[in-house]
């Protein structure tokens, strides 16, 4: 198969380019390197250093594998990077991890608010109608998030809920209570490309993951040139990631608030497996299909308990830290979320283990120097103080 | 109280500040004229012909009234633009009008709809971190539309419904179906303001308005200085008004298709009303409240033979014709819409009748050398044509 992967350059996405090469298929991977950037405007870097480009991981899979993936060094948001990337190249698969992935991000400031939103509605939008004029039966992988649910008070099920009401009942799309403006970004992206498979018939899987751990794949272990970025700091490191780093550097677990944050999450390794699930199992045209991407639930208190065992295991000594959270969330609440539509393709989950958390600590060990210390804990606050209004103008 | 305006120089957003200025409330309008913009890029036209600017327009009303309403003219996406006047104006409501409002505006091009949702979504983020910076306490009342939730197959609730699923219950928002880009751009922006209700305890109204009609409001009548503008072509006209205009030129009334299109209805003397009713009894802190803003349901059939009706009474000869839907819609639908919140607030409802579109053929009649007949027809499909895809490069 042809396999666009937007946003190839990314923690996720240069390791699925890897595993679709690796498996024969022709990829496209194109980034223009925006959570670089963005790294280097905070002053943070991923723990792993990673080779300079796209063109340089390209040569280097090439050199170590054999095999060919093709890049392309530009923005989504411009349509003359998009246009010819489904013109050309022509994918039956579009693998879109092209977005700013980071609540805090969006968080910052009004200006990155408003960039988050742009960029990621206006990139989805293109692919849509990239998708409508040159390649209008390929299908879309979008990478959404279980984070547009939010916390709701029933279970949570995959994309669309049968609601019967006053008699009568209709499937209709889920509620959605996202917890940012990054995670409102990402409901205003599967709205848009409701309506585009509604409206255009396009194909589309929405894949709502979860927060995703590990750091090796069987790809990026072949040779250091192909590792994937790490990102531990407050704005792009997820939790688990982070508190393992913590653990090896001798900083505190720090768990914000109370800790009963339940959330869904997987091993980068099954992250793969389901984005290659839903390719190989596309949906029927005009189909909407929503996938909640994820293998096991936990509180966060349960994942800093787990790290602070593994630690004991593996001679570190954890300590876990309450901090002020800088999130608007709630602490304590029900959390149950279907996700039995991958386990149905045939996903075979990697469960969390002290294991895992140990081989994580290995890795991140090995890297230890490279630590900024100072990114780690959360400046960004979803409420910030209140500015005193000035007096009206008289 | 101190009105804010957004959107100001519009079909509803004049008529609105003339509406508050007239009852004693200090009243600033903004606006950037981009509909006007898009009528001169179409080369299409409000029939009824209007003053050249706000500055004009407040000049002609406090020539007429003796009241001011103080004016700015600029991009609401231009922060520049949105920060002094929450700053310097200090307004206690805020009745924001200031989008695109058009589906097949939205659905003419990419460049459209990405333009569509950049300017909706942006400007609604700006006037959120406004509110929050500089007038926490104000409460915004926002245009939104019924088209948001589409033609779901139970009954429509005001915003919110309470789901019973798997033992558990909770009031969520209600699901929604947007049927154009244009349309999925306001449900962006009610995700947007009710995160930022969620978040920041702002207040917000959003008002899901219904297709308006009607030319006149005690204002507009006092002084030809004083009208609104009023739209009949393909993409800013309304279904009522175009029908009506098409009735006095000896133009068939072009039903969209099948015509069993049901949609909420109302008079803009009732969009004043409603939007006075919600100012005057604001939400609570962090409330996001929905309001379904309309009168009546109709469908487009139903329309048609009340223009013809209205038609014999008057002397038209009116001729009903079924053109193929530009649009993806149901033709033939359940439609049941909650519409009782601003009822129990106290709103008085204009029901439709013959008598007020006959009064609107003779508004109508006093301007019709004025008509522009080749921009009435539907142009802009929601499903183009697709291109032939063009073969891979090798």
């Not at 979008?142 to 809920?161: A, R, V």
């Not at 958390?357 to 100072?374: G, L, Q």
């Amino acid at each position: 198969m042809r396999i666009l992967i937007l946003g190839g350059d990314g923690y996720l996405g240069w390791p699925t380019a890897m595993y679709f090469s690796a498996r024969g298929h022709q990829v496209l991977a194109v980034d223009n390197y925006l959570r670089r950037r963005a790294h280097q405007e905070a002053g943070t870097d991923s723990l792993i250093p990673i080779p300079q480009s796209l063109p340089t991981r390209a040569q280097a899979w090439r050199d170590v594998t054999g095999y060919t993936i093709q890049v392309a060094e530009g923005d989504l948001t411009d349509w003359s990077v998009v246009e010819p990337a489904f013109r050309d190249f022509q994918p039956e698969a579009i693998v879109h991890y092209g977005e700013i992935p980071s609540a805090p991000y969006s968080q910052i400031s009004r200006e990155h608010a408003v960039f988050t939103q742009y960029n990621n509605v206006v990139n989805t939008l293109n692919v849509l109608f990239a998708m409508r004029d040159h390649t209008p039966n390929a299908q879309l992988v979008k990478l959404g998030t279980m984070g547009e649910y939010g916390t709701p008070g029933i279970d949570i099920e995959e994309g669309y809920i049968d609601i019967e009401h006053n008699g009568r009942t209709d499937r209709l799309p889920f509620p959605k209570l996202p917890g940012s403006l990054y995670h409102c970004s990402k409901v205003h992206d599967s709205t848009n490309i409701h309506w585009a498979c509604r409206t255009w018939g396009l194909r589309a899987t929405d894949l709502n993951q979860g927060v995703v751990y590990g750091i090796e794949t069987d790809e990026t272990k072949l040779d250091p040139r192909l590792t994937t970025r790490f990102d531990y700091d407050e704005v792009f490191g997820t939790a688990l990631n982070r508190f393992c780093l913590q653990a090896v550097i001798g900083h505190p677990v720090t768990v914000y608030g109370a800790g009963g944050q339940t959330r869904g999450y997987l091993n980068i390794l099954d992250t793969l497996q389901c984005v290659e699930l839903a390719t190989i199992n596309p949906p029927a045209e005009g189909e909407f299909r929503v996938f909640n991407q994820f293998t096991e639930q936990f509180s966060i208190n349960e994942l800093a308990d787990l790290v602070q065992r593994a630690g004991m295991e593996y001679g570190l000594q954890v300590q876990v830290e309450h901090v002020d959270n800088p999130r608007v969330e709630l602490e304590q609440h029900y959390y149950n979320a279907r996700h039995s539509a991958l386990l149905d393709l045939g996903l075979k989950p990697h469960y969390l283990s002290e294991t895992l958390v140990e081989s994580m600590f290995s890795v991140i060990e090995r890297h230890k120097d490279r630590v900024i210390t100072s990114a780690i804990m959360p400046k960004t606050k979803w409420r910030p103080e209140r500015r005193v209004a000035e007096p009206a103008a008289t």
